[in-house]
DNA sequence: CAGTTCCATTGATGTTTGTCAATTGATACG
DNA sequence: CGTATCAATTGACAAACATCAATGGAACTG
């Protein structure tokens, strides 16, 4: 997408050049908002960087000690996780074992470089 | 940091082997996300787009008009990637030009990779 | 000086978020 | 069975957020 500027001025005088400005695609800025709005909180951003540190699922009832809030809150910051496509999980009997789903996070590394 | 787990089960099993965590640092953890977060929005992500495509400083009066919100809304963004570090502003007379620091997106890729 | 332009700030409003305590649903154990 | 455990969900609440219209302040213009 490529959007020109309208600029305006007091005297007639440009502000700055006039440019065409190569725009990040809209769907494409929607989703990489989405998982930098999903990490953008210290305990998920935590949660994520212990479960790609650990090669291999993890399960909940190590994690939840990990961090100083209850147990429902982490499972609320582990939804959101889920929610964004950035974790996923497994139910094995009575345990559920989370790991990292690479894609997302390409799409946000993508993204800066 | 380093953090041991502790583990609880029903029937004395544990659920994973017993695993030293190499936690990010609560610090790090912090300042990555709060960089993450203030990108977690499509407007302020295409700003950071628009402003690192385009090599050189950006008038407030070319970025407005890009979006479809209000002047008042797109001024609060600017300044939630101020305070987060993304982008710096420089007043020139009647008009503000923002312009990306690679600093603060650094740290949020070099914790991704 | 009076008017205009740009941009930041303020105040208001509805929405989303992070958190907890309590509950539920599923599974395992005795 | 009945009880215990894990994890997800619900309900509640305060804090933060996105948004706009209106205002303010600074700097040009004529």
Not at 5 to 14: A, E, F
Not at 16 to 36: G, L, Q
Request: charged content about 25%; hydrophobic content about 35%; some cysteine.
């Amino acid at each position: 997408m490529t959007l020109t500027p309208k600029r305006k001025s007091p005297n007639g005088q440009p502000c700055c050049k006039p440019v065409v400005y190569p725009d990040v695609e809209p769907a494409e800025a929607e989703r990489v908002a989405r998982i930098a709005k999903a990490l953008g909180d210290p305990i998920r951003l935590t949660l994520v960087d212990v479960l790609r540190k650990h090669a291999g699922k993890v399960c909940v009832c190590e994690l939840v000690p990990l961090f100083d809030v209850s147990q429902s809150t982490l499972s609320h910051h582990l939804k959101k996780l889920r929610d964004a496509g950035i974790v996923d999980s497994e139910r094995q009997g009575l345990w559920a074992y989370y790991y990292v789903n690479p894609e997302e996070l390409k799409e946000l590394s993508g993204w800066l470089n």
